[in-house]
Structures are given as structure tokens and as C-alpha cells.
């Protein structure tokens, strides 16, 4: 019974890691999908379509769990806050994709887990040692170096990809303060909130979509609600501290999809910022399960 037990929860971790994997490879995927609609349709139609898109996988869950759910809110003041930064996120995102290659822009997002171990000591009251602050220190100044002490740091594409990624880190950062609230109603009104947000972008800027165009939006919203099931389902079946490194393969993925798709290659500068960050955020995931255990949410389960 003893090795029935191990083999079964060793083969439950194992598909936990695999789900991991595709949960990332389809947000990278969902990126590049972006990225290509953005060069033809504004940020609001895109946003307006993905949305719709995204409803094709929430109607079943949400049914499934009750549309009562979705107005019984704890603090109902920061689930406003973080829809408004989640939404935040995903336009700046698109918005930063449209002008900068896709390694580029993620590179901004994967300093994540830097912002949020400097952010929860100020927002949640975490102790952070001497060491986590170091790599704090350390992961900032590899995203000084992506963005090129220049010129180019002050480029509007540049800002959008800083902002968006900070956005993103205080979602995080409030998806632990909300930890009563199921995945399905936060995901549910942050895509409501994308709905009525690119609504309002795309007045006087909604362009004819043909029908390639109309499935690849309306797949752009089924692939990254297929993506949030698959990693919040792999936080269930693995430890969080072995997966949360993974998320780096979001960057490998943002290279590889960028070249093929787009002929883009991040230049040495990106690169030498990316590999700053990678090892900053690794110290950090590191140190936060020696000290005190990693925490599921210290995963991004929401991407883009």
C-alpha cells in the first residue's frame, strides 16, 4: 500500500509539472496570438473579442458553481482595486507587444516575483531578510539593463511593458489578500472588466474582422482561460515550490514564438537583464520555502 501511495502521489506531482508546462506554453502562445492581432486591430477589439472568447470557458464553470457566487465578495473595495489591475495588465501588455518583440515585453513580467517579495513586505507584513532584499536589489537592476539606460527607457512601448508588469504583481499581491474568493469569480469579473474596458477603448477604433480574424480573437480568450485551468489544477497536484520555478519557461517560450513568428531576436542587453532576473527570482523562491514555505499563490495562475 506504502508504494501504491508513492507511485500514485509521485505520478500526481508528475502531472502536475506537465500541466504546468502547457498551462505556460499556451499563455506564451496566447502572447504571440496578441501581439499578432495588435498589429492590425486596435487594444480595445482585441480586448472586447478576447473576452468573449474567455466566456466560452467561464459559462460551464460558472453554472457549475453558482451565479450566487459571484456576488457574495469578501472586501469588496480590493476586489474593485484588483480589477482594475488585472485589466491594467493585460491592456498594457498587449499595448507594450504591439511595438517590442514579445522576450522583450515578458521579461518586464518575469521580474513578478521580484516586485511582489518587495511589495508584501509593505502591503502583507512580511518579514523579508537581508538576502531576499539583496535579490530585490539585485532582480531591479536586470530590468534596468533590459530596458537600456537610454533613451529607449523613457519609449511609451517601454513604460507600457513596466507598468503593466507592476499591475500585474499587485494583482498577485491582492489574490493572496482574497484567498476566500474562488478562482471562477475572480476570473470571472476581471473578464468582465476587460469586456467593458475594451468596449469603451475601441469607440471610433473597431475595424472589419474577417472570419480568420474572428476565431483567432475568439481563441485567444479560450486559450488563456485553457491556461488558468491547467495551472491552478497543477497547484493542486504539486508542490508550489516546484512548479513556481517553471514559470520561467515563459521567457524560453517568448524567444522561441517571437523568432518564428515575428523574426524577433532579443538582443545581448535583453538577454544579460533577463538572466539577472531569472536568477534574482530563483534566489527568492528559494529562500522564501527555506525560511518559511512557498505559498500556492506565489505562482502566477492568471498570465495574460
Do not use: C
Not at 137 to 165: C, Q, T
Amino acid at each position: 500500500m506504502n508504494l501504491r501511495a508513492t507511485s500514485t502521489a509521485g505520478n500526481a506531482v508528475l502531472a502536475g509539472v506537465l500541466l504546468m508546462l502547457l498551462g505556460d506554453f499556451l499563455f506564451s502562445l496566447n502572447d504571440a496570438m496578441g501581439k499578432w492581432l495588435v498589429a492590425s486591430f486596435s487594444v480595445g477589439q482585441v480586448l472586447v473579442m478576447r473576452s468573449l472568447g474567455s466566456f466560452v470557458m467561464l459559462t460551464p464553470m460558472i453554472a457549475k458553481q453558482g451565479s450566487d457566487g459571484l456576488f457574495r465578495l469578501e472586501r469588496p473595495s480590493l476586489q474593485v482595486l484588483r480589477v482594475v489591475l488585472t485589466t491594467a495588465d493585460v491592456a498594457l501588455f498587449y499595448a507594450a507587444v504591439a511595438y517590442l518583440p514579445l522576450a522583450d515585453v515578458m521579461t518586464f513580467y518575469m521580474a513578478g516575483p521580484i516586485y511582489v517579495a518587495a511589495l508584501s513586505h509593505f502591503f502583507l507584513g512580511e518579514t523579508i531578510g537581508w538576502r531576499r532584499w539583496l535579490a530585490v536589489v539585485v532582480g531591479f537592476i536586470g530590468v534596468i539593463i533590459a530596458l537600456r539606460p537610454s533613451s529607449a527607457m523613457l519609449s511609451w512601448p517601454a513604460i507600457f511593458g513596466l507598468i503593466g508588469s507592476l499591475s500585474f504583481a499587485l494583482t498577485l499581491i491582492l489574490s493572496r489578500r482574497l484567498r476566500q474568493t474562488s478562482d471562477v469569480t475572480l476570473v470571472t469579473w476581471q473578464t468582465v472588466a476587460a469586456l467593458v474596458t475594451g468596449a469603451a477603448l475601441s469607440i471610433g477604433s473597431w475595424s472589419p474582422m474577417s472570419g480568420l480574424d474572428l476565431v483567432a480573437m475568439l481563441a485567444l480568450g479560450i486559450v488563456a482561460a485553457s491556461a488558468h485551468m491547467m495551472i491552478t489544477r497543477s497547484l493542486k497536484l504539486a508542490p508550489a515550490s516546484l512548479l513556481a520555478p517553471l514559470q520561467y519557461s515563459l521567457l524560453l517560450w517568448a524567444i522561441i514564438l517571437g523568432y518564428l513568428f515575428f523574426g524577433d531576436l532579443p538582443d545581448s542587453q535583453v538577454l544579460a537583464g533577463s538572466a539577472v532576473i531569472v536568477l534574482a527570482g530563483l534566489f527568492i523562491f528559494h529562500r522564501k520555502k527555506v525560511v518559511s514555505g512557498i505559498a500556492p499563490d506565489d505562482v502566477a495562475p492568471d498570465g495574460h
